[in-house]
């Protein structure tokens, strides 16, 4: 981050700036979260990088995020986030991950070759819709495609107003197509499966091998994993960009309103149905079974709709439950060690 020498140049907007009080006005150094590690923080200021211990005192912190600093460098408290993308941690953990913070455009790659999946997209898109970023679509391996037309009108189809491109991510002049979402102070997160071409997208825009890059499986075309950290890289362009790790799990949680917002079409026809509770499977009157009968809706557009809120129902069931689980335990440990202490003094 040593290019950037000032807030507005990491991304520091009005929305931040509103929740300072008048004494932090005066004395509170604004620092962004720029990289994770497990035991520390590394905050850029206006005017310098330095490390951050953990500590209890914080609240769940992830790279994006806004704190305030004292002027001895430490930590104050967190500001409230523009946007935030979560999902529910990987495997069997029921809870949530944060994922990052304060992103103003989420790129959503999806290569044009047999890993193109409409159905991977609109999972993406939930996320993004949830998390209050805005999402573009980056259709990459362009110069390996014969017909990226017919990719581009497959996407669009799911929202005529959503940004599409085709992209080859080693070439300098498609991808400076993308400077009004790289601006100066504009935070871009990059998203999509393994060997999509993220980080070749990432090395284009730096201008240099800032990450490894690895070709892809022959036998099903899809990559090799190569990111393994998340952290804010500054672009010659102003802008900031986090390079995802490839995420080849993403199970939603609590994302309704993303789900609703990448589905607004299929959601509209649910209004018009018989029952209020339709299910969209066989009952009478379903507008939804109507409208993919007279070929407005794709079956594999609503299963993929249906599927998705089951997924989000289950997973924000478990993680709420784990949730009350946890925090009766913990009542129960205290309730112990206090008895503990009464009959420890008799």
Not at 24 to 34: G, H, I, L
Not at 99 to 124: G, H, K, P, Q
Not at 251 to 275: H, K, M, N, P, W
Request: glycine share 6%.
């Amino acid at each position: 981050m040593s290019n950037i020498n000032s807030l507005a140049g990491l991304g520091w907007r009005a929305f931040f700036q509103q929740q300072l009080t008048i004494d932090e006005w005066e004395d509170a150094v604004p620092a962004r979260v720029v990289e994770q590690h497990r035991s520390e923080l590394v905050v850029a200021t206006a005017t310098t990088t330095q490390q951050l211990p953990l500590q209890h005192a914080m609240t769940d912190l992830v790279v994006g995020d806004w704190i305030l600093l004292d002027n001895s460098g430490l930590f104050v408290r967190s500001l409230e986030r523009k946007s935030c993308f979560v999902r529910k941690a990987p495997g069997s953990q029921l809870k949530k991950q944060l994922i990052s913070a304060n992103v103003d455009t989420a790129f959503i790659v999806c290569s044009m070759n047999d890993d193109f999946n409409l159905s991977r997209i609109e999972r993406y898109l939930s996320l993004v819709h949830e998390s209050g970023a805005d999402a573009v679509v980056l259709l990459s391996k362009s110069d390996q495609c014969d017909e990226p037309e017919n990719f581009v009108r497959q996407v669009q189809q799911l929202d005529s107003l959503l940004p599409v491109l085709p992209v080859n991510c080693l070439n300098l002049e498609m991808v400076s197509e993308l400077q009004p979402w790289i601006s100066e102070g504009s935070t871009i997160a990059v998203m999509g499966s393994s060997g999509v071409g993220k980080s070749t997208l990432v090395n284009t825009l730096m201008g240099e091998q800032r990450q490894d890059t690895r070709g892809i499986r022959e036998d099903d075309a899809k990559g090799r994993h190569t990111t393994t950290s998340r952290s804010l890289i500054s672009l010659p362009s102003g802008g900031l960009i986090l390079d995802t790790p490839g995420m080849r799990e993403i199970q939603l949680v609590d994302s309704r309103e993303g789900i609703s917002a990448t589905f607004a079409d299929v959601e509209s026809f649910a209004e018009r149905c018989r029952y209020g509770d339709c299910q969209h499977l066989s009952e009478p009157g379903c507008a939804v079974l109507a409208a993919i009968e007279s070929g407005a809706i794709e079956q594999r557009r609503l299963d993929n709709y249906l599927k998705l809120l089951r997924e989000d129902a289950v997973n924000s069931a478990s993680v709420a439950q784990k949730r009350a689980t946890d925090k009766a335990l913990g009542k129960y440990y205290k309730r112990a060690q206090s008895e503990g202490k009464k009959l420890k003094g008799r």
